[in-house]
């Protein structure tokens, strides 16, 4: 008899996980994503089909918590997410939560290749308090520091966006997402957004519907309006010579924030336009490539 349980005990232990994992084949239809190929700096979106309705349902990539949308039908979720433009190349895990209306919790895991992105570098010249900072100019970028740290944690649980992305300014891009820059002969950073080279005083608008969570003037970024679009993602508007919002103003698509200039750490007028998602830097050029799904 004695046999005969733990016998019993050592089907029941190998069971069970094969259970929960027939169970998750059960109630995920699909996961997929978009662009189907990923590379560094490659914002994303994420899309995972239930074969019925989860009561929530959540995930977590790259250490970090992404949140999910439902569609109408709430059998269809969407996430707007991406990765990093510093992410080494390799395979990483997208492991997904559901909770079922019974109670019941529902997981998942996906493989997802990042590939390299391969960019250039430059060499640009600047004033050199920009390069090597004296004490006070330390002082204000701890103090920069602390507000943008503030300003990134107020995003919205739900999506505020609302369809595609727009061209913040009617001026020619260049290709400089990604580039390592070296300033004064120093590699100093990667360069995180896109440049539009804009004279000064052309109107800047927002990519996108949202709510600014900063409007203010920092040490490198000059001019700033920072935009929350929910979840997360956010947009950035820097080197502004005017700025005509503020600090926890709603804004639609296309509304006016300001106007470009040359504040801050910069070589001459231009919009410094950045798309960041949790930590993440990604690539403006994707996203604006991007056909998004109606949020709710």
């Not at 600014?212 to 820097?238: K, P, W």
């Amino acid at each position: 008899m004695r046999l005969f349980c733990a016998f019993l005990m050592v089907i029941v232990s190998f069971w069970q996980p094969l259970r929960a994992s027939a169970l998750g084949d059960e109630i995920y239809k699909s996961v997929h994503w978009d662009p189907a190929q990923l590379a560094s700096g490659s914002p994303c979106l994420l899309t995972v089909e239930f074969q019925s309705p989860p009561a929530s349902f959540q995930g977590e990539w790259f250490g970090h918590q992404v949140s999910f949308f439902p569609s109408r039908s709430r059998t269809v979720w969407y996430a707007l997410a991406g990765v990093d433009v510093e992410t080494t190349a390799g395979t990483y895990k997208l492991t997904l939560h559901a909770t079922m209306p019974d109670g019941k919790s529902v997981d998942a895991t996906r493989d997802i290749t990042i590939a390299s992105a391969h960019y250039k570098q430059v060499e640009l010249h600047v004033a050199e308090n920009f390069v090597e900072p004296d004490a006070a100019a330390l002082k204000r970028i701890a103090e920069d520091s602390e507000i943008k740290h503030q300003a990134f944690a107020k995003s919205a649980p739900e999506p505020l966006w609302r369809g595609g992305f727009l061209l913040p300014v009617q001026s020619p891009a260049t290709d400089s997402f990604g580039t390592r820059r070296l300033f004064n002969g120093k590699l100093a950073s990667i360069h995180r957004g896109m440049d539009f080279r804009a004279a000064s005083g052309t109107a800047v608008h927002a990519a996108n519907s949202g709510r600014v969570i900063l409007a203010r003037s920092l040490f490198y970024e000059g001019n700033c309006v920072v935009i929350d679009h929910g979840q997360q993602f956010m947009t950035i508007y820097m080197h502004l010579s005017k700025i005509k919002v503020s600090e926890g103003q709603n804004v639609h698509a296309y509304q006016l924030l300001g106007l470009s200039g040359s504040t801050g750490r910069a070589t001459g007028p231009h919009l410094h336009f950045a798309v960041r998602w949790q930590s993440a830097y990604l690539d403006p050029a994707i996203l604006f490539k991007m056909k998004l799904p109606p949020t709710p």
